[in-house]
């Protein structure tokens, strides 16, 4: 007999193109975050709120797709459903990250490339894969983070959990009590960008006003990480189970630049950084919440329903590959940092499109045929 838990549901189109726009605002904020300051305050500079983002994305899309499947479906089976979604690719992105690792090297940013064991780096990977954070005693590439192979990786660590929570007790709570969750994250939101420091455990200067951060393993970034997870998940979480939603003419233009300018507005806080921590708690609070609704409540035209498809399917692959390649530009960056701009534009477009590649390679060749295959002899059984 059929699964009826396997049956997908129909996809908020606007919501994919979303995270493809979300996805690649991320590589362009990676590009240049190896330059100086000056260009990084300018230019993509709040590219790292489209984490946060993506948390309220997830935590919109899992109420929706699972919420009323729960007559259905057992623990372990929204567990297997999300590692087949999740899992292959973040295997791909760590074996991208072995394959380039050693070319990321002969640079001072990353001093610990050139003496790395390569037995080291396959016990990381492995480690890597199993979800394992890493404590900066066993740094291999000499950021101290908490995956030294492949960066992006943090954030599924904490997708995860969230899963997990949402699976263990978030479905079972009514919108009362998910309500009250919201607002209680909230002010662990603005305990971090307005630099509140409710607990005392902000105690980094570069990290005060501000939620970038999530990427160590010591207690001041575990609790800058949770905080990015909890407001946005819940309450994205909370939307779909609330069914509030806007419907506008052109819906993925309007939302897709209001994602670009959002993201791509210069750092405010140059003086004094109350201010830029003020405009990302209005991000994170309020207008990623509104973007989500207007997604979620809006429809496609025909011209448009293509590229959200393709960037709804780019965007898992491209985020969680294109580090490795960051890290190869950024140490090309550190050896060459008067060539001519001429040539920093140029091997700029070329690190991008090496990341599109592999991508979309990534998705054709590999996730899709992987997770049909794990639906078919894993899922169904």
């Given at each position: 007999m059929k699964n009826s838990f396997l049956e997908s549901k129909p996809r908020y189109e606007i919501l994919d193109g979303l995270r493809g726009v979300a996805a690649l605002v991320v590589v362009l904020?990676?590009?240049?975050?190896?330059?100086?300051?000056?260009?990084?305050?300018?230019?993509?500079?709040?590219?790292?709120?489209?984490?946060?983002?993506?948390?309220?994305?997830?935590?919109?899309?899992?109420?929706?797709?699972?919420?009323?499947?729960?007559?259905?479906?057992?623990?372990?089976?929204?567990?297997?459903?999300?590692?087949?979604?999740?899992?292959p690719m973040v295997i791909m992105g760590v074996l991208v990250?072995?394959?380039?690792?050693?070319?990321?090297?002969?640079?001072?940013?990353?001093?610990?490339?050139?003496?790395?064991?390569?037995?080291?780096?396959?016990?990381?990977?492995?480690?890597?894969?199993?979800?394992?954070?890493l404590p900066s005693s066993m740094d291999i590439r000499g950021w101290g983070e908490l995956t030294s192979i492949d960066g992006p990786i943090w954030t599924l660590m904490f997708e995860y959990v969230a899963n997990i929570f949402y699976a263990l007790f978030l479905?079972?709570?009514?919108?009362?009590?998910?309500?009250?969750?919201?607002?209680?994250?909230?002010?662990?939101?603005?305990?971090?960008?307005?630099?509140?420091?409710?607990?005392g455990n902000l105690v980094t200067e570069w990290q005060q006003y501000s939620v970038i951060g999530g990427f160590y393993l010591n207690p001041e970034n575990l609790y800058i990480g949770y905080v990015r997870l909890l407001y946005p998940f819940l309450c994205g979480l909370?939307?779909?189970?609330?069914?509030?939603t806007i419907k506008i003419n052109n819906g993925f233009v309007v939302t897709a630049l209001m994602v670009l300018i959002m993201l791509g507005i210069p750092n405010l806080g140059t003086t004094h950084k109350i201010y830029d921590g003020i405009y990302q708690l209005?991000?994170?609070?309020?207008?990623?919440?509104?973007?989500?609704?207007?997604g979620a409540g809006s429809?496609?035209?025909?011209?448009?329903?293509?590229?959200?498809?393709?960037?709804?399917?780019?965007?898992?692959?491209?985020?969680?590959?294109?580090?490795?390649?960051?890290?190869?530009?950024?140490?090309?960056?550190?050896?060459?940092?008067?060539?001519?701009?001429?040539?920093h534009l140029m091997i700029g477009f070329c690190t991008l499109l090496i990341a599109l590649g592999i991508a979309y390679a990534a998705l054709r060749l590999y996730d899709e045929p992987v997770r049909a295959w794990l639906k078919e002899h894993w899922l169904k059984k």
């Open positions: 904020y990676h590009l240049v975050e190896c330059y100086p300051a000056e260009y990084v305050s300018n230019f993509m500079a709040h590219g790292y709120l489209a984490v946060d983002f993506f948390f309220a994305l997830s935590g919109f899309v899992i109420g929706y797709a699972y919420d009323d499947r729960w007559d259905k479906m057992s623990t372990w089976g929204f567990f297997k459903r999300r590692i087949t979604r999740l899992h990250g072995v394959c380039f690792f050693y070319y990321s090297g002969d640079c001072e940013i990353f001093n610990k490339v050139d003496d790395a064991a390569w037995w080291m780096l396959l016990v990381q990977s492995l480690l890597l894969i199993c979800m394992i954070p479905r079972r709570t009514g919108r009362t009590v998910l309500a009250i969750l919201v607002a209680l994250s909230a002010v662990l939101t603005a305990d971090c960008t307005l630099h509140l420091n409710l607990f909370l939307l779909s189970r609330m069914g509030k209005v991000c994170i609070l309020l207008v990623f919440p509104l973007i989500l609704s207007i429809t496609l035209g025909k011209k448009t329903t293509g590229i959200c498809k393709f960037l709804g399917e780019i965007s898992f692959p491209l985020y969680i590959t294109h580090y490795p390649i960051i890290y190869m530009h950024t140490s090309w960056y550190q050896r060459h940092t008067d060539a001519a701009l001429g040539t």
